[in-house]
DNA sequence: CCAAAAGTGTTGTTGATACACCCATGT
DNA sequence: ACATGGGTGTATCAACAACACTTTTGG
């Protein structure tokens, strides 16, 4: 889908290929896209620059590499500077390298995305005094650079994912009821799902521990509460399972 | 699965995260994994290496980024040099960046991948001087840098999309059999499929144009020729279609 | 005739879908 | 009482697996 074939005539550039440069790239960075599910949306944490020629826009979470670093733990590095949060549910989309995504320099970015739970992030936030702010998936503004882009790509990255393997569970709570989870899969997917077809299907995959606990304080019957069994996970991964809703 | 909780302390590094140091990268290239299809057997396009330590031994065919090119376009032109193919079906994988991937320099190399049909490449091939090869994918050899993790990985994706477009019939000629198509996908999935079953349902895709067409010289019942119909192609993906098999 | 692959038919099972319905709880 | 979501039951339909079977062709 991104790259079937394009008409660029390829023997223009294939004369100068011989002169090996790799000293024009100027620079490269990594950013990256923060998941949350919050009251039924899910939702993006933005960062705002307060320096260069983007001050005041909002952007992707970015930062480089250290010496030495793997540019995974970079990444992971650079959301914990940010969220106090670690071990996340962390993956890397693509390098994003058009000429022109950055003015007047060659820069280009590795892009990953993580899922986190909202409820950590409120309790342990706000270490780093950068203004951050969460956006519905439907309401972001106009981003710097291709930060929309790289959004949009990782959007399709993660409706992919979600109907392979169960990463969902990461925007959830540890404990959470069969219709908070339907409602993911909604949001995500842009879906409707039917509710008892929805719990019958997922209860039959025996993912879910059913656990002792209710849901409380709520103005109706309350729902029995599940947690992910990443046991049961690891056995069905290795024969393969489906996830489409 | 590549990046779930590492157990790395962040907090180790985050101190020195303000020094920002974009310089401490040696160089970006490209690696392509090259797929095709023959005699019921997945391969995969090897070049040797001639110049530098590793001479002599086989990898992924590599390549570097002109100036104001795109990589993608870096990427077409790198494979149309070896093989004088030009719009290939040809996908990022992701950005391989270990820092002692190669050794005593920070390099970091873009994978991709591509599928390519045999008959086309017997044909046109040789224009350039470097030794290839073709091998079969379980009889690589021991290559040069992590290009072996590089396969592995590209043929991760290759299973995983192959289930979700029909992007394997890039692998076979424009005219094949239901039989060929059957094989293409039990070698590339590793599985055994039910020769009746298997007609059933890729006929009921709609996905195949039946041609007037027969096989010739071959001493059974000659079968019926197909081909892809990319027009049907673009309307069911709209809609969203599934390739389990 | 036989071998080899092409191609069809049949049957039982599973799982998805649609939708009607009852249950528990706070206001 | 009633709104709200929790949760169960069931009839119908489509897809799939398993496997027996017939057809065509070259040698």
Redesign the pocket.
Known sequence: MESLSSKIDLRATSEIAEEIDTAIIDGITIDCVIFGFNKQNLEVLLVQHAEGESIGRWGLLGGCINTKESIDHAAHRIVYELTNLEHLYLEQLKAFTDPGRVSFKRVITIGYYTLLNREDYNIKSGLRVIEAKWYKIKEVPDLIFDHNEILRFSLMQLRNRVRQAPIGFNLLPEKF???QLMHLYEEILGIEL????F???IL?MKLLLELEEKQK????????LYKFDPEVYKKLTEKGFNFEF
Chains 1, 2 share one sequence.
Do not use: C, F, G, M
């Not at 304080?217 to 029995?224: P, T, W, Y």
């Open positions: 009821t069969l219709l039917d509710k008892p077809n719990r019958r299907k039959h304080a709520v103005s109706h019957r309350a729902a029995k």
